[in-house]
């Protein structure tokens, strides 16, 4: 199966701040790949699919690169909101495969 | 507006099957464009995908789980099940099910249960 790999496994940021969020498959994905936001108690939302689909409201601040085996959640100004846990999962193949998920906290 | 409302017992004793529901609304389980997926959580595996049905029934089951884990439907009553046997404390985890969009744009899980925590112990 696909194994995925987040970096950092926590960020420490202050609101305001610019989110760079690394995702790593072990072979390529092509583009199929999915970011969510976790926060303590919910389940997971989705956030941005494929090369540039995103979930229904999901503010602007929030931005997907890459392709392959290498792709970036970018988090432009941070909200208080935005603090959060996010995972990157890839669809190209079977099993689904997620990350282990990347903790964006408050500095 | 889609939601999927699981049900089912949150405590199963060791060897025991765990039987989970997921109740959809808002949209149908025979819909082509939709898959429909159980995923599961635990502090020491994270998110681990189980398995989706397929809009016409057929299914797909995690490779690691196939020898014991069935999803099944019910279309009359909309809705989806997971039946996981041989249940241990390793399948301690919370339960989620969740809406698999297929587009052409790609997939995503956009639509989540509220989870279930199921704690596996005698």
């Known amino acids: 199966e696909v194994v995925m790999t987040q970096s950092p496994a926590t960020l420490s940021m202050s609101p305001g701040e610019r989110a760079t969020l690394s995702c790593r ?23 941005i699919y494929g090369r540039s689909s995103r979930a229904t409201d999901l503010p602007a601040r929030f931005s997907n690169s890459g392709s392959e085996t290498e792709f970036n959640l970018t988090i432009n100004g941070l909200q208080p909101e935005d603090f959060a846990v996010y995972y990157c999962q890839q669809y190209s193949f079977l099993p689904r495969t997620f990350g282990p998920g990347t903790r964006v906290e408050i500095k | 507006q889609v939601q999927l409302q699981q049900s089912g017992s949150g ?25 429909w997926t159980w995923i599961r959580q635990s502090p020491g595996k994270g998110l681990e995908w189980l398995g989706y049905i397929y809009f ?42 969740a809406r698999d969009l297929q587009t052409g744009y790609g997939v995503a899980f956009d639509v989540w249960g509220q989870g279930t925590a199921v704690r596996v112990s005698s």
Request: with cysteine; hydrophobic share 30%.
């Open chain 2, 56 to 97: 016409n029934g057929g299914s797909y089951p995690n490779p690691s789980l196939r020898s014991r884990l069935t999803i099944s439907r019910d279309t009359a009553q909309n809705q989806f099940s997971l039946h996981l046997t041989s249940m241990t404390a390793a399948d301690t985890a919370i339960y989620y099910c």
């Open chain 2, 11 to 35: 405590l199963v004793r060791p060897s025991q099957t765990l039987s989970l529901t997921c109740s959809v609304s808002g949209a149908s389980i025979t819909t082509p464009a939709y898959y």
């Open chain 1, 25 to 47: 498959a072990s072979q390529s994905v092509r583009s199929n790949l999915a970011w969510y936001q976790q926060k303590v108690g919910q389940a997971p939302r989705l956030l």
